[in-house]
């Protein structure tokens, strides 16, 4: 098993930063892919970023250049830097762990931008 809990969400206005964490329950090493998807309301959830257990990051072109993923190994943690926020990024955003064929989800955290 693998828990997740999200932080740094929050309303803020378009132009804006976030950066959104992901505290995992076990070492990030174990993991074969980590990963920030989205949902907007009434959409359906989409990929925003993922890095793999080895650092290859592979990051949606709807947020390329705005978004950057990273890990920190010894804090078993993953984060989601937003800049330059606009305001279709609202969305519930959840962090994922892909361990072999099973995966595992966060509970989620809203970020909503105001224009």
């Known amino acids: 098993q693998v828990q997740l809990v999200e932080s740094g969400g929050g309303l803020v206005q378009a132009g804006d930063s976030l950066r959104l964490s992901c505290v995992v329950s076990?070492?990030?090493?174990?993991?074969?892919?980590m990963g920030w998807y989205r949902q907007p309301p009434g959409k359906q959830r989409e990929l925003v970023a993922s890095?793999?257990?080895?650092?290859?990051?592979n990051v949606a072109d709807s947020v390329k250049g705005r978004f950057t993923i990273s890990s920190d190994n010894a804090k078993n943690t993953v984060y989601l830097q937003m800049n330059s926020l606009k305001p279709e990024d609202t969305a519930v955003y959840y962090c994922?762990?892909?361990?072999?064929?099973?995966?595992?989800w966060g509970q989620g955290t809203q970020v909503t931008v105001s224009s």
């Open positions: 890095v793999t257990s080895g650092g290859f990051t």
């Open positions: 994922k762990a892909q361990v072999t064929i099973r995966a595992f």
């Open positions: 076990r070492s990030l090493l174990s993991i074969n892919v």
